[in-house]
C-alpha cells in the first residue's frame, strides 16, 4: 500500500499506511501560514478491499464547519469526481471507501490543474474576441494572465472577474470555464449583445503557485491574498498589485470575484453594503443584479450567505470592497459550496466541476440585466 501527493496541487502527510483499515493522515499547512483544508493524494492499494482512511487534527483547520455534512471526492480517470462516504467526529475525517481499481485520487474538492488553467488560457487566445497578456510574475516564477474579451472602445463598460484567490477554492475555476465557453461562443445571442456593451477582463487563476504547491489559502510567501486589496506589494502578494495596476489603467464597472465556500452548502453573493461610498445606486445594482440570477437558475439564491456589513464597517483589504470602494462600480464575492447546493442535492456528485460550469454561464444572465445601468 502507498500514498502519494508529489503532483500538482498535491497535498497529505501519511501518518500509517499499513493496514486499509487503518490509514491515518494528516493535512500539511500551507507554506509560512497556519492555513490548511485543502487535500489531495493518490492511494495505491488493493482493489474490492474495503479501506478506512482517517485524516486527524481537524477541529484546528481553517474550517472545522466544513467538514460537518462534507462527502469527500474521489476519482480513477482524473476526469470524473464523485463523493465518497465520509464522517466528520469533530476532529478527525473518516472516509469509507472500497476502490474498483489499483490506484485511486481522494481531493478536497475536484482539482482544477496547473496545466488545465494553462490549456484555458491558450484555447481562449484563439478566439477572434480574445486575448491572452501577462501582467507580471508571481513569486514563484509563473505567469499572471489575464484574458481581454471583447474589442476595448470609447462607452463600453469594463467588466472584470477574478477567480481562486485563494487557490484551494477550485470551484471558481471552473466556474470561470463556463463563462467563457459562452462569452466565446460566436453563435451565443447574449454574449455577442454584451461583447458590443463590454470588455471583460478575466483572471482564471488569481494564485496559481498556491494552487501548484497545493495550498487552501495563501500564495507562495503565505500570504492570503484576498486581505491584501489596501496595500498591495511586490514583496507578499505581487498577483495583487499586477491586477489593481491593470484595474486603473481599465477602469472597472463591475466586478467578480468566483470563491468556494467550505461550510455553507448554498451559491450567494456577497456585495458592498458596508462600504463607505455605498448608494442606493449600487444597491439598485445589486438587487437587479440578485434578482436576475435568481430568475436564471435555481442554482442561485438570496436567502443563506454571509452576515451583511454594517454601514462603513467592510473590511478594507477584501478585493470585493477595495473595486467597489475605489471605482465606485458594482461589485460582488459569488460563494460556491465545497459540499452541495442544499436545495438541489446531488448525491453522486455533490458541487461540482460542472454545476460550476453552468453557474459561470448563468451569470452572463444576470450581468445583461444590468449592463445598461452600471454608468
Ligand atoms: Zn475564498
Request: proline fraction near 5%.
Amino acid at each position: 500500500m502507498r500514498i502519494s501527493s508529489n503532483f500538482d496541487s498535491g497535498n497529505i502527510v501519511v501518518i500509517k499506511a499499513s493496514a486499509p483499515n487503518d490509514i491515518q493522515l494528516r493535512i500539511q499547512k500551507d507554506h509560512q501560514s497556519d492555513f490548511y483544508q485543502w487535500f489531495h493524494f493518490k492511494l495505491e492499494s488493493t482493489a474490492f478491499v474495503s479501506h478506512r482512511l482517517t485524516i486527524t487534527d481537524l477541529k484546528n483547520s481553517a474550517y472545522p464547519d466544513g467538514w460537518k455534512n462534507y462527502q469527500a471526492v474521489a476519482s480513477y480517470d482524473r476526469q470524473e469526481w464523485f463523493r465518497v462516504e465520509t464522517e466528520f467526529d469533530g476532529d478527525n475525517l473518516v472516509i469509507q471507501h472500497t476502490p474498483e481499481y489499483e490506484h485511486i485520487y481522494f481531493a478536497y474538492f475536484a482539482p482544477y490543474s496547473y496545466e488545465r488553467h494553462l490549456d484555458l488560457l491558450a484555447w481562449a487566445q484563439t478566439s477572434v474576441n480574445c486575448q491572452q497578456v501577462f501582467l507580471g510574475e508571481t513569486l514563484d516564477g509563473r505567469d499572471m494572465s489575464l484574458l481581454v474579451v471583447g474589442e476595448p472602445e470609447e462607452g463600453k463598460k469594463a467588466i472584470w472577474v477574478t477567480a481562486r484567490q485563494h487557490p484551494g477554492e477550485t470551484m471558481a475555476e471552473w466556474f470561470v470555464e463556463g463563462f467563457l465557453e459562452r462569452l466565446l461562443d460566436l453563435n451565443d445571442g447574449l454574449a455577442r449583445q454584451l461583447l458590443d456593451k463590454a470588455v471583460f477582463y478575466v483572471v482564471p487563476n488569481m494564485n496559481p503557485d498556491g494552487s501548484v504547491r497545493g495550498h487552501l489559502r495563501t500564495n507562495a510567501v503565505g500570504a492570503n491574498l484576498n486581505r491584501e486589496w489596501a496595500t498591495p506589494s511586490l514583496e507578499s502578494s505581487p498577483e495583487v498589485f499586477y491586477v489593481m495596476q491593470k484595474m486603473r489603467e481599465t477602469g472597472v464597472d463591475l466586478f467578480l470575484d468566483a470563491h468556494g465556500d467550505e461550510a455553507l452548502a448554498y451559491n450567494f453573493v456577497a456585495g458592498c453594503e458596508g462600504n463607505p461610498n455605498y448608494s442606493p445606486r449600487l444597491q439598485t445594482l445589486e438587487d437587479t443584479f440578485k434578482t436576475s440570477l435568481q430568475m436564471a437558475t435555481p442554482e442561485f439564491q438570496d436567502t443563506f450567505g454571509y452576515a451583511k456589513d454594517k454601514p462603513g464597517e467592510a473590511n478594507p483589504t477584501v478585493a470585493t470592497h477595495a473595486v467597489g470602494q475605489q471605482f465606485d462600480c458594482l461589485a460582488f464575492t459569488l460563494e460556491m459550496p465545497f459540499k452541495d447546493n442544499i436545495e438541489l442535492p446531488d448525491t453522486a456528485y455533490g458541487w461540482s466541476p460542472l454545476r460550476s460550469k453552468q453557474l459561470g454561464e448563468d451569470v452572463l444572465i444576470a450581468m445583461r440585466s444590468v449592463i445598461d445601468m452600471l454608468r
